[in-house]
C-alpha cells in the first residue's frame, strides 16, 4: 500500500531529485580518490547527514520535507555505492581501505548529525 500523494508534492519530490542527483554527480566527481578511499561517496553522505539533520531538528514547513528531505538529500545521498564501492575494496584485498572507508563513512556521518543537532540547540 503506498500513501496517497498529491501532485504537488510529486512534482517537489521529482525537483528535489534532479537537484540532488545533479548535485551528487558534480560532487562525487570532483573529489578525488584519497588513499584508496572513494572520498566522493564519503563526502556527499556526509553533507548529506549533516542537511538531514539540520531540516529534520528545525521546524520546516511539510512542502519543504519533500523538497529537501525526500528529493534532494534522497538522490545526493548514496548508501548503494558506498555499498558497492566498499565491497569492491574487500574484493581488490584492500583490507584496509574497507574497514577505513566503513569505520569513515558511519562514524563521520553520524557526527555530522550530532554537529548539526547541537547547533541548533543553541
Known sequence: M???SGIGELFL???GGFIG???RYTVSSRVPIIQNIPAGTLTVNL???IVLALFTFSSEPESMV???NIGILGSFTTFSTF?????RLL?????????????LNVILCLLGVSIAYLALML
Do not use: C, H, K, R
Open 47 to 49: 553533507l548529506g547527514s
Open 13 to 15: 519530490i521529482g525537483t
Open 83 to 87: 555499498a558497492y564501492e566498499t565491497f
Open 91 to 103: 574484493e581488490d584485498g584492500q583490507n584496509v581501505s574497507f574497514f577505513l572507508n566503513i569505520f
Open 2 to 4: 503506498f500513501p496517497t
Open 21 to 23: 542527483a545533479s548535485l
Open 66 to 68: 519533500y523538497l529537501v
